[in-house]
């Protein structure tokens, strides 16, 4: 059974910043993409940032700049470092990995982590 353990959320104030880890582990045998997505009270679940596994990112309009994603491929990790923080920010944060299990890759999540940004 694979699992995604998501950890570095928090309270920080406007201007701050947080660094999210997101570790896969379990019988996978692969990981392809990896990404984290953010929903906010009364608003759809929209993605963030993403990886693959060569390196490849893409980025929301509303977070170029700020944000930056990266992976560890030896410990199955994502991270996203938050940078220049706004109140707009505020959401619960999923890590989501495409993951190659026996012979299929299916999408997995994490149980989300809460950011809030507030002064």
């Known amino acids: 059974q694979v699992q995604l353990a998501e950890s570095g959320g928090g309270l920080v104030q406007p201007g701050g910043s947080l660094r999210l880890s997101c570790a896969a582990s379990g019988s996978l045998l692969s990981i392809n993409a990896m990404g984290w997505y953010r929903q906010a009270p009364g608003k759809q679940r929209e993605l963030v940032a993403s990886?693959?596994?060569?390196?490849?990112?893409y980025y929301a309009d509303s977070v170029k700049g700020r944000f930056t994603i990266s992976r560890d491929n030896a410990k199955n990790t994502v991270y996203l470092q938050m940078n220049s923080l706004k109140p707009e920010d505020t959401a619960v944060y999923y890590c989501?990995?495409?993951?190659?299990?026996?012979?299929?890759?299916?999408?997995?999540w994490g149980q989300g982590t809460q950011v809030t940004v507030s002064s």
């Open positions: 990886i693959t596994s060569i390196g490849y990112t």
């Open positions: 989501n990995a495409h993951i190659t299990v026996i012979s299929k890759e299916d999408p997995y």
